[in-house]
Structures are given as structure tokens and as C-alpha cells.
């Protein structure tokens, strides 16, 4: 198995999907569940019971922003720094992830705009 697709492949914080969406938080620093499961092409509920079982393992924290819901890597977390490092080291090795990142529109379009 190459290393592009272990960590795509690997569920190392318990299931493939979590540790997905915890490198994509550390891809994106912020986000939220209907962005997530749009990246990850799984189903938002899906998304939304791994950020609960991460967030009540106190790794990632979430924040109300009007009626929307963003996550983000706890910055209390007693290890954050070496679990930002581990993140990083592992989004390295994952080209599709920060391929579906690098396309990823995160800014609304001009209004008026043609599309």
C-alpha cells in the first residue's frame, strides 16, 4: 500500500471518516458538517455523528456562527500541538484531499456574475 492512500485508507482516530475530517480541519482551519460530508462525498449525517464522537473526545470544538455550526481543532486540547503535527505530517502524504481542498470555493461569487 503507497503512502498516498494510507491515510485515505487508515482509520487511525477510529474510523477512515474521522480521521478524514480531522485532516480536513487542518487543511482548512475551520468548517462546517454540509462542507465536510461535500468534500469527504458522504452523507451529512454521517459527518455530523463523527464530529460529535470527536468533539465529546475533546479534538475538535465547535462554535455557533448565526445559524450555522463551525469546527475547528480544539485549541485546548492537551496535545493539540502534537496532534497538529501528527495532522499535518499525514495531510502531507494524502494528494486527493488537498486536491478536493485546493478546488474548494470557500468565498461568495459577485453578484451579477455569470456562471
Same mark, same amino acid.
Given at each position: 500500500?503507497?503512502?498516498? $492512500?494510507?491515510? %485515505? %485508507?487508515?482509520?487511525? *482516530?477510529?474510523?477512515?471518516?474521522? =480521521?478524514?475530517?480531522l485532516?480536513?480541519? =487542518?487543511? #482548512?482551519?475551520? &468548517?462546517? &458538517?454540509?462542507? #465536510?460530508? @461535500?468534500?469527504?462525498?458522504? %452523507? #451529512?449525517s454521517?459527518?455530523? $455523528? !463523527?464530529?460529535?464522537?470527536?468533539?465529546?473526545? !475533546?479534538?475538535?470544538a465547535? =462554535?455557533?456562527?448565526?445559524?450555522?455550526?463551525?469546527?475547528?481543532?480544539?485549541?485546548? *486540547? *492537551?496535545?493539540?500541538?502534537?496532534?497538529? $503535527?501528527?495532522?499535518?505530517?499525514?495531510?502531507?502524504?494524502?494528494?486527493?484531499?488537498?486536491?478536493?481542498?485546493?478546488?474548494?470555493?470557500?468565498?461568495?461569487? @459577485? %453578484?451579477?456574475?455569470?456562471?
Open positions: 500500500m503507497s503512502l498516498v $492512500n494510507l491515510t %485515505s %485508507s487508515f482509520g487511525v *482516530f477510529g474510523t477512515r471518516t474521522r =480521521t478524514n475530517i485532516l480536513l480541519l =487542518t487543511l #482548512l482551519e475551520e &468548517s462546517h &458538517s454540509s462542507e #465536510l460530508a @461535500r468534500l469527504l462525498d458522504v %452523507s #451529512l454521517t459527518v455530523q $455523528n !463523527s464530529l460529535d464522537t470527536l468533539e465529546q473526545a !475533546s479534538l475538535v465547535g =462554535t455557533l456562527v448565526g445559524r450555522e455550526r463551525r469546527v475547528r481543532i480544539n485549541p485546548r *486540547f *492537551f496535545a493539540r500541538t502534537e496532534l497538529r $503535527n501528527l495532522l499535518d505530517k499525514m495531510a502531507l502524504h494524502d494528494g486527493d484531499l488537498q486536491n478536493r481542498v485546493a478546488t474548494l470555493r470557500r468565498r461568495p461569487r @459577485r %453578484s451579477g456574475k455569470s456562471i
